[in-house]
């Protein structure tokens, strides 16, 4: 039914419990996975230090690459075998899931319901929700953080 499955994390429980998810597809389907980071560059104040901001952008992808190293975890300890690529974007995190899902034909997106940074909405988090309402694809929230 899938052939393309996209899991946005950022290392937080809640997207750790959608990487179970995402793998759990991706095995049923015989899917292939792209695990996204987006470095939230917005997120960085406008500093007149190159250095400063460098050094954030640097502290901001190696919180990446750690979400990363939590899915592979999870995916070694996995007695299945999935196809897992990974890739790290800098932006604005729903632009950059949308544009992965349109660059990419991705046929189903599984993510949390929030993330690490950021005030939790209600239901689900601002970026859940704008890839939910914007997505040309089947996209599935988990809430669990167990």
């Keep these: ?83 897992a690529s990974f890739i790290i974007e800098e932006g604005n995190p729903a632009d950059k899931i949308l544009k992965t899902i349109d660059n990419n034909n991705i046929d189903l997106v599984v993510m949390g319901t929030s993330g690490k940074h950021g005030l939790d909405r209600i239901l689900i988090g601002s970026v859940a929700e704008k890839v939910v309402r914007n997505a040309n694809c089947t996209v599935t929230i988990t809430h669990s953080a167990s």
């Design 1 to 83: 039914m899938y052939k393309k499955i996209l899991l946005p994390t950022d290392g937080s429980k809640y997207a750790n419990n959608a990487a179970k998810h995402a793998i759990w597809a991706a095995d049923s389907c015989g899917a292939d996975m792209i695990v996204l980071n987006v470095v939230e560059s917005n997120k960085i104040p406008d500093m007149r230090a190159d250095e400063v901001e460098s050094e954030l952008k640097k502290m901001m992808r190696e919180e990446g690459n750690a979400a990363f190293e939590e899915v592979s975890q999870l995916l070694d300890q996995s007695p299945v075998d999935v196809k």
